[in-house]
C-alpha cells in the first residue's frame, strides 16, 4: 500500500499530535473510529495510516455489496472487515450485528464505522444513520462494554479517486453495481491517477461513559434510566 499511495497521492497528511491522542487512549478500553465517507480508499488510507504508526487496526463494518468482489471479498475480510446490509431491517440480522459488534466492544477492540453509511458525492457531510452508535451506546450503557471511546474522523482528498462516476450519478446516471469485471475495467486507470494530498484529521475522542453520565460498573437504574 506504500508503494501505491505513493504513486496516487503527493501526500498524507496527518498529524503527529492526533497520532499521540490515539496513542494514549488507555488499552483496557474499546475505540470506534467514525470517518467521513468520501471515497472507497477511505478505510483502506486510514487502515495503511493506523498500521505505519503502530496503532492497533480497526475491524471495519462494510456494504455487503462488496461480497460481489471475490478475491476483494477475501482481502477486505482478511483486513478486519464484516460485511452487514446497508440497512438492517431484519430483526435476525439486526440482533446478530449488534451481538458481534458488542462482543468486540467488550474485548477492547477498535472499531470502525461510517456514520454516514455511504459515499457524498458532494463532499459534503451526509445525515447519519444511528444504528451502530447506538449500538455502542447501549453497550456501554448496560455494562456489555466497559468503556468505549469514539473519535470523529475526518478524510479529505484534493481529488476523489471515484469523481467522475460522482459526476455521472449526480447528473441522473445509475449507480453501477459493484462486480470483478467493473473493477479490473477500472482499475489501471483510476491508480493512475494523481490525486494530490490526502488529509486525515482526528477529532477529540468522546468517552461515552462520561457523555452518558452513569457509572458503567454498577449497572444500576441509573443506566437503565440514561439508556432511555
Known amino acids: 500500500m506504500r508503494k501505491l499511495f505513493r504513486t496516487m497521492f503527493e501526500v498524507i497528511n496527518m498529524s503527529p499530535l492526533d497520532t499521540a491522542v490515539l496513542q494514549s487512549l488507555p488499552e483496557d478500553a474499546a475505540v470506534v473510529l467514525a470517518p467521513t465517507h468520501r471515497s472507497y480508499l477511505d478505510f483502506v488510507l486510514l487502515s495503511w495510516a493506523l498500521f505505519s504508526r503502530d496503532l492497533p487496526l480497526p475491524h471495519i463494518a ?3 455489496d462488496f461480497l460481489n468482489l471475490i478475491l476483494v471479498t477475501w482481502l477486505f475480510r482478511h ?3 464484516f460485511f452487514i446490509p446497508r440497512t438492517v431491517e431484519d430483526p435476525l440480522w439486526r440482533a446478530v450485528v449488534s451481538a458481534y459488534l458488542q462482543e ?3 474485548h477492547n477492540q477498535w472499531v470502525e464505522f461510517f456514520v454516514e453509511g455511504s459515499r457524498s ?8 444513520r444511528l444504528g451502530l452508535l447506538r449500538t455502542c451506546v447501549d453497550a456501554v450503557a448496560s455494562g456489555a462494554a466497559s468503556e468505549v471511546y469514539v473519535v470523529p474522523v475526518a478524510v479529505s482528498y484534493e481529488a476523489c479517486l471515484e469523481v467522475s462516476s460522482h459526476v455521472r450519478e449526480l447528473t441522473g446516471a445509475r449507480k ?5 469485471s467493473a473493477l479490473l475495467r477500472n482499475a489501471p486507470s483510476s491508480l493512475s491517477h494523481q490525486l494530490g494530498a ?3 484529521a482526528f477529532g477529540t ?3 461515552l461513559s462520561e457523555a452518558l453520565r452513569v457509572d458503567v460498573r454498577g449497572g444500576s437504574e441509573e443506566a437503565k434510566t440514561n439508556r432511555v
Open 198 to 200: 490526502a488529509h486525515l
Open 79 to 81: 483486513s478486519g472487515a
Open 205 to 207: 475522542p468522546i468517552q
Open 62 to 64: 462494510a456494504g455487503e
Open 176 to 180: 453501477t453495481k459493484e462486480s470483478v
Open 104 to 106: 468486540l466492544l467488550r
Open 121 to 128: 458525492r458532494t463532499g459534503k457531510v451526509l445525515p447519519p
